[in-house]
């Protein structure tokens, strides 16, 4: 039987070389595993053959992994290291059961940088496009305090609490999205192909007589859309191509948020989502040893809005010179008076994070409410609205129908 040499890493991370008899090196891999090592290199002794695995980056078309999966896979870890499993065997566990190639890759760079020394930190703000800052900080903060399994598992509550109030959000604009994409297209076809058709009869049956004007308006609406739908197609793409590239710049993203923010109903809900997320977001990271003016960074980082983010910058600049939380927010005029009147309380007990994660609470279940009222109210608006303008239609078209039943009679 031959004898192999091989080097490993333990639970510990530290490298480990021995050699042992077995039938082949795929089972000599096997049996190291089985002493809880984790082979790099396994070879014939005497011959420098090694068998290394080689990593390949998958190609990636949009996000390597969404918000659910990444607090998945934090609340995972956390356990798993709270469990007394040591950060390398954790990684490399998580590594073999992620379906996902671009974010088994991701793990596996993770693993690799700790095999090398590299706290989990730094690995992860390589890899910004799947760690937000939040996380980086929250990570770091967690390493330095010698608490990494409490920061992961606040963390993964933290990702958890964010992404259920996102699909809130979001499952309340379906509904009024696929009505008003619905009555646009119902709107389309009547006057592309349903009022030409009438058009024809009426001329016809009613040989020149006046028609009633509510149908002429329709009738020439009719002619207008049929006469301009490319430019109408090419104005609807321009809007929408406008608003991206207005994304792209700072003062664009400004000027689209303050726009979005004095929309009646929906501007509300963005402002206490933006609320939730900024208190849920300074709390967590002040809960984990963050000092004040990084955790007020990453917050404005992650605030999901640019007029609060600007805000954000006027008040690290004014705690910056020695303000207080609260006097700094209340200078913004940005941010609601239970915000401000908690954030105060907690600065003079010292309880600053509790506090901050009340407020989130507060404002999570605000914006549950909000979110539960908006499409109770839109419902039955975009009903009306469908109805009413079908409706019209259908009426217009009807009235030249009724005078030529009577003048046949």
Known sequence: MPRFEFTAIDEDGRERAGTLEAPSAERAAVEIKQRGLFPTQVAVEGVAVATPSVRRRPLV????????????FTRQLGTLVQAGLPLLRALQVLERQERRPAFRFVIGELAAAIVAGEPLSQAMARHHRVF???????????????????ALLQLARFLEKADRIRRRVKAALYYPTAVLVVTVLILAGLMLFVVPKFRIIFQEQLRGAAMPGLTQAVL????FV??????????AGGAFALRAAAGTTAGGRLLLDRVALRVPALGELRRKTAVARFARTLGTMLGNGVPILQALQVARDTAGSSVYARALDGVR??????AAVAAALTATKCFPDLLVSMVAVGEETGALAEMLGRVADAYDEEVDTAVGGLTALL??????????????????LFLPIVRIIQTMS
């Open 226 to 235: 049929a006469a301009n739908i490319g430019w109408i197609a090419l104005a």
């Open 61 to 72: 078309f949009g996000r390597v992994v969404n918000a659910h999966g990444l607090a998945e």
């Open 220 to 223: 020439a609406a009719s002619d």
């Open 317 to 322: 600049e004014r705690v910056q010179a020695g």
């Open 379 to 396: 419902e039955p608006l975009l009903i009306v609205f469908l109805a009413l303008t079908v409706g019209t239609i259908v009426i217009a």
């Open 132 to 150: 937000p800052a939040v996380y980086v900080g929250m990570v770091r903060a967690g390493e330095t305090g010698g608490r990494l399994e409490v």
